[in-house]
């Protein structure tokens, strides 16, 4: 009996009659064989095709599944004997073909198992033929049967901590070790394996959770013409973990080597979040590839035009649309979420394009959109991070007012102010103070804390932290668009040379810039999250959009490290001391009662000045009950400022703990350094931060 919650009330023991049954959905491995299970409301035919290795240009054995002893309202199913884990396999499905209605069906197109929890690629795997018409087999992903329960976790648990403490490291499993210089044996560079290599690393760094770029099985080939999709953002198979990221060559491997991964982390007391994707698919637009849901049951999976069935609601910017609300797509959804956590432990999930889930069959958005209502009561996930990218490629955007009790939210909002603020654009005071304090005002929903925002300067999406302060435009003309795609507002302010530049004084104001957003950052109430790279300087040379850039573009270069010690050391002792400070985990919002108490000062004690022609503020707190006093001063003007303290007790003086303006080692003092006896003011100078602690 499997130990998975929605498995529970199933015996695993099957008939010994090839007939199957509906339930569990998928491959499930029992005594004696496999029970094989796909839903399908439209097709006439369903074909399951069994095979022997991933480049087999035709089933070993095909079983075609009648419709009167294989088939229960639309669930297809049949049980065969003699079969184990490892077993390759896909299905065929017979039906209509009607485009201007939205129904595809293709029988000699392999299709992936909705519900495979891995995925063998040919060694010819392409993406174009299963776009054209004819046979493609040969070339088409295969589904593996795995069992889920056969793995020894040796007593690893999902960890289940609080958001209180968490700090975010998003990274891409691929591009942290793929380089040359990641000092991992070759045989794992880029894989999960290399990963588990690095993991000291990740620990020294001093992060809690790191972020995984997606690991759902994905179309590499989803890219323009000679480059390769790196990000992941395009999925095929959602149970299946990306099977080029394991180093080992069995079609059971990614499994393991993943969940090897997982368990690693946990020992090292880091938590695993994945990005999943489930607004769109690798199967893109009219006449995309035909590799999975397409194939299977268009019009169940897939949001259309009510007025032209033929026609896909875009409402992601890849040419298709999953309809997260319907009830089949909901349980596939839900189903999966279980998968990951009771089958893989991890800790959370961050949904990319969430805004997305929350739309109606009719593309419009829902007040109380079910799916995600589902996620958030789910008692299988209830222990579990819930973070959403809260908006869409259509304009809807929900950072303010996304549903819930629960859900986090990338907060956008705080990404742009922070960046206009340090930058030195008008206006941004009054915001920038409000982001500092959780975006307390921000949120509509009164009974939210502070740390369900999820606060960042950078991400995948956009320029790294380097390339923000080092160019005032994209470039990305190797993406082969012709500098088309990416984002063309950035917030971005070269310092005067557009790139690298031998300037001394350019690349000082540079190192200070980065030190100032990280500073920021990390004294902000919510969740702060670091892109990989951005704590040594990783430059993409100005590509804000490198989803394609399987290559040294986006690679982590180790190199960094050395390179760009002093910042790293930065980031390290940074994290270091806000672990200590019982201010970072309160879960009320500074200010209110119980909470730490909050005083806005200027130039002078008292008078802050929020005008828009602002680009200063100083901020003091003092945490009840503890010795925690900050004064925090931001001095985002291009001239020095010279501001007065606040008065200490006789028996206490200032201590220094931060100064971006000064060179590494004292541009972060752990111990603090006492200021002078009776110092009653501090010279900030031009766009430095200064954190002063009373001790």
Same mark, same amino acid.
């Given at each position: 009996?499997?130990?998975?919650?929605?498995?529970?009330?199933?015996?695993?023991?099957?008939p010994?009659?090839?007939?199957?049954?509906s339930?569990?959905?998928?491959?499930?491995?029992?005594?004696?064989?496999?029970?094989?299970c796909?839903?399908?409301r439209?097709?006439?035919g369903?074909?399951?095709?069994?095979?022997?290795?991933?480049?087999?240009?035709?089933?070993?054995?095909?079983?075609?599944?009648?419709?009167?002893?294989?088939?229960?309202?639309?669930?297809?199913?049949?049980?065969?004997?003699?079969?184990?884990?490892?077993?390759?396999y896909?299905?065929?499905?017979?039906?209509?073909?009607?485009?201007?209605?939205?129904?595809?069906?293709?029988?000699?197109?392999?299709?992936?198992?909705?519900?495979?929890?891995?995925?063998?690629?040919?060694?010819?795997?392409?993406?174009?033929?299963?776009?054209r018409a004819?046979?493609?087999?040969a070339?088409?992903?295969?589904?593996?049967?795995?069992?889920?329960?056969?793995?020894?976790w040796?007593?690893?648990?999902?960890?289940? !901590?609080?958001?209180?403490?968490?700090?975010?490291?998003?990274?891409?499993?691929?591009?942290?070790?793929?380089?040359?210089?990641?000092g991992?044996?070759?045989?794992?560079?880029?894989?999960?394996?290399?990963?588990?290599?690095?993991?000291?690393?990740?620990?020294?760094?001093?992060?809690?959770?790191?972020?995984?770029?997606?690991?759902?099985?994905?179309?590499?080939?989803d890219?323009?013409?000679?480059?390769t999709n790196?990000?992941?953002?395009?999925?095929?198979?959602?149970?299946?973990?990306?099977?080029?990221?394991?180093? !080992?060559?069995?079609?059971?491997?990614?499994?393991?080597?993943f !969940?090897?991964?997982?368990?690693?982390l946990?020992?090292?007391?880091?938590?695993?979040i994945?990005?999943?994707?489930?607004?769109?698919?690798a199967?893109?637009?009219?006449?995309?590839p035909?590799?999975?849901?397409?194939?299977?049951?268009?019009?169940?999976?897939?949001?259309?035009?009510?007025?032209?069935?033929?026609?896909?609601?875009?409402?992601t910017?890849?040419?298709?649309?999953?309809?997260?609300n319907e009830?089949?797509? !909901?349980?596939?959804?839900?189903?999966?979420?279980?998968?990951?956590?009771?089958?893989?432990?991890?800790?959370?999930?961050?949904?990319?394009?969430?805004?997305?889930?929350?739309?109606?069959?009719?593309?419009?958005?829902?007040?109380?959109p079910?799916?995600?209502?589902?996620?958030?009561?789910?008692?299988?996930?209830?222990?579990?991070?819930?973070i959403?990218?809260?908006w869409d490629?259509?304009?809807?955007?929900?950072?303010?007012t996304?549903?819930?009790?629960?859900?986090?939210?990338?907060?956008?909002?705080?990404?742009?102010?922070?960046?206009?603020?340090?930058?030195?654009?008008?206006?941004?005071?009054?915001?920038?103070?409000?982001?500092?304090?959780?975006?307390?005002?921000?949120?509509?929903?009164?009974?939210?804390?502070p740390?369900?925002?999820?606060?960042?300067v950078?991400?995948?999406?956009?320029?790294?932290?380097?390339?923000?302060?080092?160019?005032?435009?994209?470039?990305?003309?190797?993406?082969?668009?012709?500098?088309?795609?990416?984002?063309?507002t950035?917030?971005?302010?070269?310092?005067?040379?557009?790139g690298?530049?031998?300037?001394?004084?350019?690349?000082?104001?540079?190192?200070?810039?980065?030190?100032?957003?990280?500073?920021?950052?990390?004294?902000?109430?919510?969740?702060?999250?670091?892109?990989?790279g951005?704590?040594?300087?990783?430059?993409?040379?100005?590509?804000?959009?490198?989803?394609?850039?399987?290559?040294?573009?986006?690679?982590?270069?180790?190199?960094?490290?050395?390179?760009?010690?002093?910042?790293?050391r930065?980031?390290?002792?940074?994290?270091?001391?806000?672990?200590?400070?019982?201010?970072?985990?309160?879960?009320?919002?500074?200010?209110?009662?119980?909470?730490?108490t909050?005083?806005?000062?200027?130039?002078?004690?008292?008078?802050?000045?929020?005008?828009?022609?602002?680009?200063?503020?100083?901020?003091?707190?003092?945490?009840?009950?503890?010795?925690?006093?900050?004064?925090?001063?931001?001095?985002?003007?291009?001239?020095?400022?010279?501001?007065?303290?606040p008065?200490?007790?006789?028996?206490q003086?200032?201590?220094?703990?931060?100064?971006?303006a000064?060179?590494?080692?004292?541009d972060?003092?752990?111990?603090?350094?006492?200021?002078?006896?009776?110092?009653?003011?501090?010279?900030?100078?031009?766009?430095?931060?200064?954190?002063?602690?009373?001790?």
């Amino acid at each position: 009996m499997s130990n998975d919650v929605g498995r529970a009330a199933v015996s695993l023991s099957f008939p010994a009659s090839s007939a199957g049954v509906s339930y569990p959905v998928g491959a499930t491995v029992a005594a004696g064989g496999v029970n094989f299970c796909v839903y399908s409301r439209s097709a006439t035919g369903i074909t399951l095709a069994l095979f022997d290795q991933a480049d087999d240009a035709a089933p070993a054995e095909s079983i075609r599944l009648s419709p009167d002893l294989n088939r229960t309202y639309h669930y297809w199913h049949v049980f065969v004997p003699g079969l184990r884990a490892g077993q390759l396999y896909g299905y065929y499905a017979d039906g209509p073909y009607q485009p201007d209605q939205g129904l595809v069906f293709d029988p000699l197109k392999l299709l992936v198992d909705p519900y495979a929890l891995s995925v063998a690629l040919p060694t010819g795997y392409s993406r174009a033929a299963a776009a054209r018409a004819g046979d493609n087999t040969a070339t088409a992903l295969k589904s593996v049967v795995v069992d889920p329960d056969a793995y020894d976790w040796e007593g690893d648990q999902p960890l289940k !901590r609080a958001f209180d403490d968490s700090i975010i490291y998003e990274m891409h499993v691929r591009g942290f070790t793929a380089h040359p210089s990641s000092g991992v044996t070759a045989a794992t560079r880029g894989t999960y394996a290399g990963l588990v290599e690095k993991i000291p690393y990740l620990r020294g760094l001093g992060v809690t959770t790191v972020e995984l770029m997606p690991v759902q099985q994905f179309d590499p080939q989803d890219a323009p013409d000679g480059l390769t999709n790196y990000w992941g953002y395009q999925p095929v198979a959602l149970f299946a973990p990306h099977s080029p990221y394991s180093s !080992r060559r069995h079609p059971l491997g990614p499994v393991d080597d993943f !969940r090897d991964l997982v368990k690693a982390l946990h020992r090292a007391g880091i938590e695993v979040i994945l990005d999943v994707v489930f607004n769109h698919t690798a199967e893109a637009g009219t006449g995309g590839p035909i590799l999975s849901l397409r194939g299977l049951d268009n019009l169940t999976y897939y949001m259309v035009d009510p007025a032209s069935r033929g026609t896909y609601d875009d409402f992601t910017g890849t040419g298709n649309t999953v309809n997260a609300n319907e009830t089949i797509v !909901r349980r596939l959804i839900l189903d999966c979420l279980r998968h990951w956590v009771q089958h893989m432990h991890v800790d959370g999930f961050r949904f990319d394009l969430a805004a997305v889930l929350s739309r109606g069959e009719d593309g419009a958005p829902l007040v109380d959109p079910p799916i995600l209502w589902d996620i958030e009561t789910d008692p299988v996930l209830a222990g579990t991070k819930i973070i959403a990218e809260a908006w869409d490629a259509a304009g809807l955007y929900e950072v303010t007012t996304f549903v819930g009790d629960r859900w986090a939210v990338w907060n956008g909002c705080y990404r742009d102010n922070l960046r206009r603020f340090v930058k030195g654009d008008v206006g941004q005071v009054r915001t920038f103070a409000d982001s500092l304090l959780g975006s307390a005002s921000l949120f509509q929903h009164p009974d939210r804390d502070p740390t369900r925002s999820i606060n960042f300067v950078t991400a995948h999406d956009g320029f790294t932290l380097n390339d923000l302060v080092s160019y005032g435009a994209k470039h990305n003309q190797a993406n082969g668009e012709d500098n088309r795609d990416g984002a063309d507002t950035n917030d971005s302010w070269n310092c005067g040379a557009e790139g690298p530049t031998d300037d001394p004084d350019i690349n000082q104001l540079r190192v200070q810039q980065i030190k100032n957003f990280l500073t920021a950052l990390f004294v902000s109430q919510g969740r702060p999250m670091l892109l990989m790279g951005d704590e040594v300087r990783r430059t993409q040379h100005g590509n804000n959009n490198g989803y394609c850039q399987d290559n040294e573009t986006s690679w982590y270069d180790w190199d960094l490290t050395t390179g760009s010690a002093d910042l790293l050391r930065f980031v390290q002792g940074f994290l270091d001391v806000r672990k200590g400070l019982s201010l970072f985990t309160d879960r009320h919002f500074w200010g209110e009662p119980g909470s730490a108490t909050v005083a806005w000062h200027g130039v002078e004690i008292g008078q802050p000045d929020f005008s828009d022609g602002s680009h200063s503020l100083a901020l003091e707190l003092s945490q009840p009950g503890t010795a925690e006093h900050l004064h925090i001063i931001f001095n985002a003007y291009w001239q020095p400022l010279d501001f007065a303290l606040p008065d200490l007790p006789v028996d206490q003086r200032w201590h220094r703990l931060v100064d971006t303006a000064l060179p590494s080692p004292d541009d972060l003092t752990d111990p603090p350094q006492p200021l002078a006896p009776g110092q009653g003011r501090y010279a900030v100078r031009p766009r430095s931060t200064v954190i002063l602690t009373a001790k």
